[in-house]
Structures are given as C-alpha cells and as structure tokens.
C-alpha cells in the first residue's frame, strides 16, 4: 500500500507549476532513482545474443521507455519502445554478435517531464555455429483456407543475423519470391495477392556469420477463393499517443467500410490483454470500465470480414487524467499518494448465534462502502456507511474513500480489500486424555469441534498456549480451561487424578500403544521417594501372578506367557516398615 501525505486540494492543483519551476535544481536527487540493469548488468561480457533485457523496478514510476543501440544513446535497434509497467524486454530479432549494445532506459511520467537515466552497456558473445531453425511461422503449417492477401510471418531462430526466403507452389518452388534474403526482419509482405486455391510452400533459411541453418522444414498451407480483406483503422478517440485522457471510458475508431466487426485488446503494456481480451464488436466504439488513472494503455483494434481480418494492423497507445496520484512533489522527493491507506484485517471472526455482529471501519475516510461476494464473485452492497452488520460466513469487500474537487467536477479516490468473515462458537470440552508419567501426568484435551482456541491450566485468567497438551503436572486434581480466541467464550473441565492416595493407579491398558501399557507404583512427586518394599498381584480367587519391586516398569498383564482377559486383580503392597497396603485395580484392553 501506498504511503498517504496529508496534502491539500491548492497544493496538489499547484504542484505541475512547483515542478517546473523547480525540476532543473532537483534534476541531480531525481537522477539517483534511475534503475539499474539485472540482466545482463552493465559492463557484462559474453552475453548470449537472445538474451532478454531486465532492470530494477523504481518506485513511483507509471512506466518505462527502452532504447537499444550499437553507440552511446544509439536506437538503431530498438527506437523509444514503450513498455508500459514492465521491467523487462526481449528484442524481437535478438541482438547482434560481438558487439557493445547500448540500453538507455526513459522513466515516464504524467505529471513531470521524462527522465533519460544514462547510458549502461554490455557486450554481445560471438557466435559459434550456424543459427536454429523458425520454430514458428503465420500461416502455420499445414493450415488451410488462408486469405491470398496474408502476410507471411516468423518467430526469432536464436543466433540468427537475417533469413532467406523462397515461396513458389511446388515443393522447393520459388516462381513466387527466389531466395530473397529478408535481413533481420521476421515478415514478409507479398507486393500482390497470393494465387488463390493453390498450395503455397515457404521455405525460410535463417543464416550469420558462420553460415545458414542445414534441415529447415518448408512451410505449406493451402489459400482459399479470391477475397478482400478490410484494411486497419486508428484511434479517433483519444487519438494515439495522448495523454491526459478523460476517464468517461468511451472509446471511438475510424470505421472501415467493408468491416463487419473489430477485435480489441487492451493492456497495460504492449504485452498484455488484461483490461480487454480479444472483445469482438460490431460498431466503431465501446466503453470500457477498468480504466484507472495515471496508467498507460495499450490497444489493438483489428477490423475483419468473412475473407478474415486485417493484416499488420499497429498496436496504439494513451494515458489517462491525473486522479489520486501518486504524484511526484519536487521540493520534499515524495511521493503523494491520496487514496485512504487502508489498515482493515484479513480476517474478522464473528461469534455463532450472536445476531449484533457490528463490523466498524477502521480507517479514516469520506466514505465507505461494504460488498458480499457470492459463489461467482458478484458483488452486492451491504452498507455505505462505516458500520456493517454480518453474520454470515464467506467473502466481502470493505472500500474506503475521500473526496475530491478538481476544476469544478467531482471524483473519488479510494482503496478496497476483500476479507474473510468466519464463525466462532465458545468451545465444549468432549474429554481429557490422562497420560500417566514416571511421577507426572499428560493432559490432551479435546473438543467436540476444531476452532481457534487457546489453553490454560488451573486458572481463567491464563497463561493461555496455543497447544492443547500440558506435559509433566502433578499427580493432583487440575481444571483446564479453553477459550475461543474471538472472544465467543470459555469452558472448563475439573480433571480429577485416577489414582489411590497410595500413588497405585486405579487401571492400565497393556495394549501395546505405549500408553499406560505397565501397571506400577508411582513415588510420590514431592518427594520422588518410595517407602513401598515390594507389591503382590493377585487374580480374584487369590492366585498370585506377579511379585514387583516398587523401581521396576510394572507388571505388563501377562501370566506364565499369557496376556490375561479384562478383569479387577488385586494387589498387596507392604513397606519398608512391614506395614500392608491394599487395593484393587482394572485391566483394560
């Protein structure tokens, strides 16, 4: 989230004149923002001549503009692209070999004039063998039906400097175009249409310096009858290239008259769809909603007919009004940013059955709004004022906003999130598992539902954990407390301890589990101490099973090899001071 400057309407609207007046003594603090390269970085050597061009992203900058060359400032391979907010390039005839390519990066601005960053550099590897094959090519291979008035266009061959092509309606026929060697260019244009109903074969031979690409595919595809495509058409409104455009989203182009319909694209970079995808429409105009301020877009319009669409139509460009920022303020080096920062949780926690669950704004604004989402991701209003009532698990939107005046029109700024509403319920304890230690116990307790509960032993008011287990307590009564952490409420549950006062545990269950599977005398904690000699179990006809000393694991159940059946035996325990200790205990598997 953007950082918010507390700035008045007079103070914003004064800011382009500040920035004039000031951008030349503050040209050196702003040059320090210029990004670096990542990829390859200046003054790097032997870099593969299909390598892509990254650089550091810069805060504040609504977007970047590229140029390559072989001198010091030089375009003569890329002049002033426009790539929107991306941070990276891929020159579409890759680079050429053993040579100092030259990338000077602009930083675009709305509201200030651009900055050129200076020059970095890095140098090409030379090559080492004869260039790939196209991997790609419109028309694709074996295609059909293709309009006689297509272009013929192909993917990059890494390492290669120029194609030669051939075209003619025979396999290896070139009656069409002989061996024209194209350059570095990945299209061709024919100066008149292609036969029609016939098999056109292209053959493509990328080549450099060490020689041509050997096993290259010809290209087939089959035209269809005679047709005339609609030419391209261009932007009327806004035209290419303008900036400050109105946010009213109502987009106009020249009409084509033999077009039956348009295909458009909009991105916020030359290599995007993300605000329109392919939209067909039938008329010369359209409204688009997702248009913010301050952003570059990029669209491509492409009239087409039953012969097909129109080849080689241009991408075009226009940036919208200042809205809410961020702006650039000269004198500080900040940046401004008017939507409310929001501090709204992720997640709220409402309590089950409570039907008062009040949710408050928790930032500053001149209005608020409050969206439920269902299933599909469609919004509907729920309040707009700084309160809403749920009780309803699921998804919602919670949008913040001030308002502002600018030349006599009004307009918002606002932030939004989404966030999670869940269900809480005071918790109920289903039990406590009794884990019986050397001279300690183990609690585990259970819920009869999981939740977001915390812990205590022995007393409300906490210490609270997180987990459910307490480990190494006394051999004493405990109470264990749980409590929603939501605030829906707390339970508890007195522990009493399964022994005799003696310390002889009142059962066991030699189950093999490792848990209560030995059934002994447990010394005392105080103490740690046994005043027991020895310990004799017996079955209830008074047969003896086991004589114990009182430091032994215990008796595991089993008699002369056997594992004896659940029942009561009995034990007698005598002292150190010939005294008897008498009792009864269960067996439980």
Same mark, same amino acid.
């Given at each position: 989230?953007?950082?918010?400057?507390?700035?008045?309407?007079?103070?914003?609207?004064?800011l382009?004149?500040?920035?004039?007046?000031?951008?030349?003594?503050s040209l050196?603090s702003?040059?320090?923002?210029?990004?670096?390269?990542?990829n390859?970085t200046?003054?790097?050597?032997?870099?593969?001549?299909?390598?892509?061009?990254?650089?550091e992203?810069?805060?504040?900058?609504?977007?970047?503009? =590229?140029?390559?060359?072989?001198?010091?400032?030089?375009?003569? =391979?890329?002049?002033?692209r426009?790539?929107?907010?991306?941070?990276?390039?891929?020159?579409?005839t890759?680079?050429?070999?053993?040579?100092?390519i030259?990338?000077?990066?602009?930083?675009f601005f709305f509201?200030?004039?651009n900055?050129?960053?200076d020059?970095?550099?890095?140098?090409?590897?030379a090559?080492?063998?004869?260039?790939?094959c196209?991997?790609?090519?419109l028309? *694709?291979?074996?295609?059909?039906?293709?309009?006689?008035?297509?272009?013929?266009s192909?993917?990059a061959?890494?390492?290669?400097?120029?194609?030669i092509?051939?075209?003619?309606?025979?396999?290896?026929?070139?009656?069409?175009?002989n061996?024209?060697?194209?350059?570095?260019?990945?299209?061709?244009?024919p100066?008149?249409d292609?036969?029609?109903?016939?098999?056109?074969f292209?053959?493509?031979?990328?080549?450099? *310096?060490?020689?041509?690409?050997?096993?290259?595919?010809?290209?087939f595809?089959?035209?269809?009858?005679?047709?005339i495509?609609?030419?391209?058409?261009?932007?009327?409104?806004?035209?290419?290239?303008?900036?400050?455009?109105?946010?009213?989203? $109502?987009?106009?182009?020249?009409?084509?008259?033999?077009a039956?319909?348009?295909?458009?694209?909009?991105?916020?970079?030359?290599?995007?769809?993300?605000?329109?995808e392919?939209?067909?429409?039938f008329?010369n105009? /359209?409204?688009?909603?997702?248009?913010?301020?301050?952003r /570059?877009?990029?669209?491509?319009?492409?009239?087409?007919?039953?012969a097909g669409?129109?080849?080689g139509?241009?991408?075009?460009?226009?940036?919208?009004?200042?809205?809410?920022?961020?702006?650039?303020?000269?004198?500080?080096?900040?940046?401004?940013?008017? %939507?409310?920062?929001?501090?709204?949780?992720?997640?709220?926690?409402?309590?089950?059955?409570n039907?008062l669950?009040?949710?408050?704004a928790?930032?500053?604004?001149?209005?608020?709004?409050?969206?439920q989402?269902?299933?599909?991701?469609n919004?509907?209003l729920?309040s707009?004022?700084?309160?809403?009532? =749920?009780?309803?698990?699921?998804?919602?939107?919670?949008?913040?906003?001030?308002?502002?005046?600018? *030349?006599?029109s009004?307009?918002?700024?606002s932030?939004?999130?989404?966030?999670?509403?869940?269900i809480?319920?005071?918790?109920?304890?289903?039990?406590?598992?009794?884990d019986?230690?050397?001279?300690?116990?183990?609690?585990?307790?259970?819920?009869?539902?999981?939740?977001?509960?915390?812990?205590?032993?022995?007393?409300?008011?906490?210490?609270?954990?997180?987990?459910?287990?307490?480990?190494?307590?006394?051999?004493? %009564?405990?109470?264990?407390?749980?409590?929603?952490?939501?605030?829906?409420?707390?339970?508890?549950?007195?522990?009493?301890?399964?022994? /005799?006062?003696?310390?002889?545990?009142?059962f066991?269950?030699p189950n093999?589990?490792g848990?209560?599977? $030995?059934?002994?005398?447990?010394?005392?904690?105080?103490?740690?101490?046994?005043n027991?000699?020895?310990i004799?179990?017996?079955?209830?006809?008074?047969?003896?099973?086991?004589?114990?000393?009182?430091?032994?694991?215990?008796?595991?159940g089993i008699?002369?090899?056997?594992?004896l059946?659940e029942?009561?035996?009995?034990?007698?325990?005598?002292?150190?001071?010939?005294?008897?200790v008498?009792?009864? $205990?269960?067996?439980?598997?």
């Open positions: 989230m953007k950082e918010i400057w507390d700035i008045r309407l007079p103070q914003l609207l004064a382009p004149i500040l920035f004039v007046a000031l951008f030349f003594t050196k702003i040059a320090q923002e210029c990004p670096s390269l990542l390859p200046d003054g790097a050597i032997s870099v593969p001549v299909n390598s892509p061009i990254t650089w992203s810069v805060t504040g900058v609504p977007g970047y503009i =590229i140029s390559l060359g072989t001198t010091a400032g030089g375009n003569d =391979i890329v002049n002033e426009n790539v929107g907010t991306s941070t990276s390039f891929s020159p579409p890759g680079l050429p070999e053993n040579t100092e030259f990338v000077t990066i602009t930083l509201n200030q004039p900055i050129i960053c020059t970095q550099s890095f140098t090409t590897a090559l080492t063998e004869v260039p790939d196209v991997t790609s090519t028309p *694709s291979n074996n295609s059909n039906n293709i309009n006689t008035s297509t272009n013929i192909w993917s061959a890494s390492g290669a400097s120029g194609y092509l051939s075209i003619g309606t025979t396999l290896n026929g070139s009656e069409i175009l061996n024209l060697d194209m350059g570095n260019n990945l299209s061709y244009n100066p008149t292609l036969p029609s109903e016939a098999n056109i292209v053959n493509i031979i990328p080549y450099n *310096s060490i020689g041509m690409a050997t096993g290259c595919n010809t290209i595809f089959t035209t269809a009858e005679a047709a495509l609609p030419q391209c058409t261009s932007m009327i409104t806004p035209f290419d290239g303008e900036t400050n455009v109105s946010l009213d989203k $109502f987009l106009e182009w020249n009409p084509v008259p033999n039956t319909g348009y295909r458009v694209s909009i991105g916020t970079s030359p290599f995007e769809t993300n605000i329109l392919n939209a067909i429409l008329k105009s /359209t409204v688009i909603i997702d248009l913010e301020p301050n /570059t877009f990029f669209i491509s319009i492409i009239p087409f007919n039953e669409e129109a080849i139509c241009s991408q075009e460009t226009f940036s919208t009004i200042l809205g809410c920022g961020p702006y650039f303020d000269p004198i500080s080096g900040d940046l401004i940013v008017l %939507n409310p920062q929001l501090t709204f949780p992720d997640t709220i926690s409402i309590c089950d059955g039907e669950n009040r949710i408050t928790t930032d500053e604004a001149d209005g608020y709004r409050w969206y989402l269902d299933e599909r991701g919004e509907s729920l707009s004022s700084s309160e809403v009532f =749920i009780d309803t698990e699921g998804k919602y939107i919670y949008e913040a906003y001030i308002i502002l005046e600018d *030349s006599g009004t307009f918002e700024c932030s939004s999130k989404m966030f999670e509403i869940t809480s319920e005071a918790p109920k304890i289903e039990d406590v598992s009794v019986i230690g050397d001279n300690s116990l183990n609690y585990i307790i259970n819920t009869t539902a999981p939740g977001n509960y915390e812990f205590a032993l022995d007393n409300e008011n906490g210490p609270y954990q997180d987990s459910n287990r307490f480990n190494d307590i006394s051999l004493e %009564n405990h109470t264990v407390y749980v409590r929603d952490k939501e605030g829906c409420g707390t339970a508890q549950w007195l522990v009493e301890q399964d022994l /005799t006062v003696n310390g002889f545990p009142k066991f269950t093999g589990d848990v209560n599977d $030995f059934w002994r005398f447990i010394s005392p904690i105080e103490t740690g101490e046994s027991i000699s020895v004799y179990i017996y079955d209830r006809f008074g047969s003896l099973l086991a004589q114990l000393s009182p430091d032994t694991k215990g008796w595991n008699f002369n090899g056997r594992p059946p029942s009561d035996y009995w034990f007698k325990a005598l002292t150190i001071s010939n005294k008897e008498k009792g009864h $205990f269960s067996l439980k598997r």
